[in-house]
């Protein structure tokens, strides 16, 4: 598969736990940035020509803080520079308070089939407190208003371990969900950030973090509950009812090509793996010279990619494919990585058969201590 990456950097402010390249909105800077950005994505339109393009993902950020006529004009962009396949999956990231029912309608007329909205919690002392601007009973409308218009592939992105949250917190919050019946549910746990407003926060001791323990009872329920609800656990943190996982991240978990358009956004290509400038007037300087705004390229090894299959691979629940990794690199993923296979398949946290490593329930749990004990 192929995909496209488009990346919208503004929101109406940051969220303390963000540490993605986004800004707070300024009218000036957006309307520079979408007509940079249509360039850039016409500096692409040529070489790209022979590929189809599977997915087209729009990050942030919040792209839905674009008007109707921007997210219109951008995509009308987008299908002209690129072949895009019929059936492609074209996601927009949207966050409550950002969105109404004339947008929705926007944005389901520009192509756009696919929703991913950032809810995080259903308690508004949660939301309030690690910087959301919208409040639960605003996230519910915007849901049934996306339903109402025609959208039929919606994620909801939660979070759990937030500070001062509790089991039964993180509970409603599932259940509330799942009575909405969403096609795809992202529940992750907090992961502290250096530069960012919570950990600052964090650092001054205005909360203390969940402990390990507990983080992993809230993780192992909340697989659970899905699983009971219909939704399948795919990858380390994504749960889909039966064929509604997000193909485009499915493209970066299996070491795909895509595309990484707009300021900060990263690509890989062949063996390239790219990065865009992150700063917006840096950025503009690149494009208004007619250069691609690249700021670094790194043409990775065998090793390097056979590493990066590792770490993104193993994040699926089928994890990766004997026989693939074999194709790819012309070494069996078992004797590759002997010693460490036998280990962990002897501590329950690797589990091997004749097509696929995959990592066991438990080490899911501890994910990133395997991927480095794979790679030492």
């Known amino acids: 598969m192929f995909g496209v990456y488009i990346h919208i950097p ?11 390249n986004s800004f707070k909105m300024n009218l000036c800077d957006k309307k520079r940035y979408l007509d940079d950005l249509n360039k850039e994505i016409k500096m692409y339109s040529g070489e790209c020509a022979d590929r189809i393009v599977d997915t087209i993902f729009f990050g942030g950020g919040t792209p839905s803080i674009l008007s109707c006529d921007e997210i219109e004009s951008l995509m009308k962009c987008v299908k002209d520079s690129f072949n895009i396949s019929d059936d492609a999956e074209i996601t927009m990231e949207c966050n409550p308070g950002t969105i109404d029912r004339k947008k929705l309608e926007a944005i389901k007329r520009s192509g756009i089939n696919r929703l991913s909205i950032g809810l995080q919690a259903v308690q508004n002392h949660h939301l309030s407190y690690i910087g959301r601007i919208h409040t639960y009973e605003e996230f519910e409308k915007n849901f049934k208003e996306a339903r109402s218009v025609g959208f039929d592939n919606i994620n909801i ?11 039964d917190d993180w509970k409603e919050s599932l259940e509330k969900v799942v009575g909405l019946n969403p096609e795809h549910i992202s529940a992750y746990s907090l992961i502290m950030e250096e530069g960012t407003e919570l950990f600052d926060m964090y650092e001054r001791e ?29 990858e380390i943190s994504n749960y889909s009812k039966e ?3 997000c193909r485009h991240n499915i493209i970066y978990w299996q070491c795909d090509n895509y595309l990484g358009l707009g300021a900060g956004a990263a690509g890989y290509l062949a063996r390239d793996r790219y990065t865009n400038e992150s700063n917006l007037n840096s ?32 994040r699926m629940n089928s994890g990766i494919n004997r026989i693939d990794f074999k194709n790819r690199f012309g070494v069996e993923f078992c004797d590759k990585y002997k010693k460490q296979v036998e280990d962990l398949v002897e501590r329950g946290l690797l589990s091997v058969d004749d097509e696929n490593i995959k990592l066991t329930q438990k080490g899911r749990e501890i994910s990133n201590s395997v991927f480095l004990e794979i790679l030492s």
């Open 10 to 20: 503004f929101c109406v402010k940051k969220c303390k736990y963000c540490d993605f």
């Open 206 to 234: 205005e909360f203390e973090l969940m402990d390990e323990d507990r983080d992993i009872e809230m993780y192992e329920y909340t697989i659970n509950y899905l699983k009971n609800n219909g939704y399948n656990q795919y």
């Open 157 to 167: 992105d939660l979070m759990f371990a937030l500070p001062n949250q509790i089991e």
């Open 243 to 245: 064929g509604k996982e």
């Open 283 to 314: 950025y503009h300087k690149k494009i208004e010279s007619g250069k691609k705004p690249i700021i670094s390229v790194e043409n990775l090894s065998d090793e390097e990619m056979m590493e990066e299959m590792v770490f993104m691979g193993l």
